[in-house]
């Protein structure tokens, strides 16, 4: 299996072989159950669709609900698709995914979204310094972006131009991340570095293949 869905669940430190103290952050890995499998032939392309995390029936419609049962299990409230898959090692419709699929020290990518900060100025979005005392007598321009006009021609200012705006909120992968430890009784996972997302946020952890 190329990768499984989990929870962000909080930072701690594990020791490596040296003794020193790496910081890690702790990821619920599954279960997930395979709900669905898409084929060329029916869907097009080919994809596992992992499911997670339950869900209360009164939050499920009746077309939801079937889809659910025809493989056996409760409503679960993250539906995700796989397209990449470890040749010999297909997974089957109904079947459990669980931490089981890593092994310590293989190197993973995790996506998730991150943490929204609202709508930011230029000095904390782009790294702007600021103008500082460089200006001549204006007021109230220490955190401003400046000039960002091209005069006459071409009388618009380019895309991509670093201003303020919403800053986080986005999808984002961490690749080369190392798992330090598994704890499989508890389905857990101890990444070196950090992840994308407050505690609690859903991930993907992927899987080289």
Not at 4 to 31: H, L, R, W
Not at 79 to 86: A, G
Request: glycine share 12%; proline share 5%; aromatic share 6%.
């Amino acid at each position: 299996m190329s990768g499984i869905i989990g929870k962000k669940i909080g930072m701690t430190g594990s020791f490596d072989e040296n003794g020193k103290n790496i910081p890690c952050t702790i990821v619920e890995a599954g279960p997930c159950i395979v709900t669905q499998i898409k084929t060329k032939e029916k869907d097009g392309y080919e994809a596992l669709q992992l499911a997670y995390e339950d869900l209360k029936d009164k939050h499920v419609t009746k077309p939801i609900a079937g889809h659910f049962k025809k493989a056996g299990i409760t409503p679960k409230r993250i539906v995700r698709e796989f397209t990449r898959f470890e040749e010999g090692n297909r997974k089957k419709f109904g079947e459990k995914i669980t931490v089981d699929i890593f092994v310590e020290g293989e190197y993973i990518d995790v996506v998730g979204i991150s943490k929204g900060k609202g709508f930011q100025g230029v000095v904390k979005r782009h790294n702007f310094r600021g103008s500082g005392d460089a200006s001549h007598g204006q007021h109230n321009r220490l955190r401003a972006p400046g000039s960002i006009g091209a005069s006459s021609s071409p009388s618009r200012v380019f895309k991509g131009t670093c201003l303020p705006g919403q800053m986080g909120n986005k999808r984002v992968k961490m690749i080369n991340l190392k798992i330090m430890k598994i704890i499989p009784e508890k389905n857990l996972l101890l990444i070196k570095g950090a992840v994308p997302g407050p505690n609690g946020s859903i991930l993907i952890v992927e899987r080289w293949s």
